[in-house]
């Protein structure tokens, strides 16, 4: 009884959670990557970015702004969420390929293969 009040109180429920889905999903995604180390890393932004989603949307959306449909504040909250996604992406470029950084990389290379996949 006192073990199910401590877990349930500090709602470690929640982090168990979050780090059976870390596991699982860096169990069948790390061999896509070049090492683990990175493999590692992308699994952990990738998870905490759900996890942000998860409890914003549940916290914040749903029982505090769906009933105020025009609330400015929401507005405010959609931009910050749309640039944490952008930020996102740009941290997951950043580790798959750290040469687009370098100023005196090819960036040929890289701009041919990008025009060829927006295709």
């Known amino acids: 009884m006192i073990k199910s009040i401590f877990l349930l109180r ?5 982090l168990v959670f979050w780090l059976v889905v870390f596991g699982a999903w860096y169990f ?3 061999e896509d990557y070049s090492r683990p180390g990175l493999a590692f890393q992308v699994t952990l ?8 989603m998860v409890y914003i949307t549940n ?4 029982h505090g702004y769906s009933i105020k449909k025009d609330s400015p504040y929401l507005r405010w909250l959609l931009f910050c969420w749309l640039f944490r ?3 996102k ?4 470029e ?5 040469q687009l950084y370098n100023l005196a990389g090819n960036h040929k290379e890289y701009m ?4 060829l996949i927006s295709f």
């Open 89 to 92: 992406m740009n941290l997951l």
């Open 94 to 98: 950043l580790m798959n390929s750290p």
């Open 112 to 115: 041919t293969m990008l025009y």
């Open 45 to 52: 932004i990738k998870v905490i970015d759900l996890a942000l």
């Open 10 to 14: 500090y709602k470690i429920h929640h």
């Open 28 to 30: 069948l995604r790390y």
């Open 85 to 87: 996604a952008a930020l």
């Open 59 to 62: 916290g914040l959306l749903i």
